[in-house]
C-alpha cells in the first residue's frame, strides 16, 4: 500500500497534464499512487493518462463526469486512495523532486495533521520562476487564512486520509474559495497544519483559469466567512487589507483587467493602510505596479508582472 495518495482534478488537460506527471514520476520518495479524476475532458486528457498507467501502475484514471473539482476531490480522497496521506495537485501545477520526501519527514511526527510547502509561480517554464510565496514560522490559523492564505493552492496541501474524513471534506456547491472554506473548517476542527519553508509547488499563473475569476473569487470569500463566523473568526480590517492586496498582485500577475488591480489595491488602502503595508515592500510594489500596469503596453505588462 502506498504512503502518498496524489489526487488530481483534470478536465481538458492534455497540454499540461504530461508535465504533471512527469513530476510526479520524478519524486525521490517512490511509495504514491496518483488518481487523476477525469470530469468529462473532450481533449487527450484520459488518453494521456492511460498511456502513462500503463508505463507506470501507481498512476490511475477514475471519472467524475461534468461534477466539479470539489466532487473530484472528495471522490479520490475518501473512496479511491489507498494511502495514509493525501496530496492533492491541479493538472497544470508541477511538484518539486524531494516534495513528497520532505512531507514523508513532516508526517513523521504524529501531531501533524496537514502540511503545506512553499510556491513558486510561473507562467511557462517552472524553473523560470522569480515569484515566491512566504510561509509563516507558526502553525496555520483561521486569521492567517482570513489574510493572505500561505497555502495558495490545493496543489500545495497534504493531509492525513482519515483527517480529511472527518472534515467532510470539500462543498461541492461552491466553486471559487472551496479551499479556503476547507482549510478554516479543517483548523477550526482542531487539525495541526504546518508550514515546511521549502519551495515544493510549481502553480502555472493563467489568465483563463478558475483562480483568475478575481471578482468572483471576491465574492465567494463570504461563503468562507461564513464558516469562520461559526468558530467565533472575523476578518479584521488588517486581514481585510492583506487579502485585497494579494488581489491585487494576483491581478497583476495574471495580466488582465488593468484597473481590477488599481481597484483592489485601492480597497485594501482604504481598510486598513498599516494591513496593506504590513509587509512594506510587497505593499509599496503592489500599488506602484498597480499604477504603472495602467500605462504600459500589453506585452510589456505581461513580461514585467507574470515573473
Request: include cysteine; proline fraction near 6%.
Amino acid at each position: 500500500m502506498p504512503k502518498f495518495s496524489i489526487v488530481i482534478p483534470c478536465f481538458n488537460a492534455a497540454h499540461t497534464l504530461p508535465e504533471t506527471l512527469d513530476s510526479l514520476r520524478a519524486q525521490t520518495c517512490p511509495s504514491w499512487e496518483a488518481i487523476c479524476v477525469d470530469d468529462g475532458s473532450t481533449d487527450l486528457t484520459c488518453e494521456i493518462i492511460r498511456d502513462a498507467a500503463a508505463r507506470d501502475p501507481r498512476i490511475k484514471l477514475a471519472f467524475n463526469v461534468s461534477k466539479g473539482p470539489s466532487t473530484a476531490r472528495n471522490l479520490g480522497a475518501k473512496v479511491l486512495a489507498s494511502g495514509d496521506i493525501i496530496a492533492f495537485c491541479d493538472a497544470d501545477d508541477v511538484w518539486s523532486p524531494t516534495k513528497l520526501a520532505e512531507l514523508d519527514v513532516a508526517f513523521a511526527d504524529p501531531e501533524v495533521d496537514g502540511a503545506y510547502g512553499q510556491i513558486a509561480f510561473f507562467t511557462k517554464n517552472p524553473h523560470e520562476a522569480s515569484v515566491f510565496s512566504t510561509v509563516p514560522r507558526t502553525d496555520l490559523s483561521i486569521p492567517m487564512l482570513l489574510g493572505e492564505n500561505p497555502v495558495c493552492t490545493m496543489s500545495n496541501m497534504a493531509v492525513r486520509r482519515m483527517t480529511f474524513i472527518a472534515s467532510q471534506g470539500f462543498k461541492k456547491d461552491i466553486i471559487h474559495n472551496e479551499d479556503l472554506e476547507w482549510l478554516i473548517r479543517l483548523v477550526g476542527a482542531g487539525a495541526r497544519v504546518i508550514g515546511i519553508d521549502k519551495c515544493q509547488t510549481y502553480y502555472r499563473a493563467s489568465a483563463h483559469g478558475l483562480s483568475a475569476d478575481l471578482s468572483s473569487m471576491a465574492q465567494s470569500r463570504e461563503i468562507a466567512l461564513q464558516s469562520a463566523a461559526y468558530f467565533g473568526f472575523a476578518p479584521t480590517p488588517w486581514a481585510n487589507a492583506i487579502h485585497l492586496r494579494y488581489l491585487a498582485r494576483r491581478a497583476l500577475r495574471l495580466g488582465h483587467g488593468r484597473a481590477d488591480a488599481l481597484k483592489f489595491a485601492l480597497q485594501g488602502l482604504w481598510a486598513s493602510p498599516s494591513g496593506f503595508f504590513s509587509s512594506p515592500k510587497r505593499g509599496f510594489l503592489t500599488i506602484a505596479g498597480a499604477i504603472v500596469s495602467l500605462v504600459l503596453p500589453g506585452r510589456l505588462n505581461q513580461f514585467i508582472f507574470s515573473r
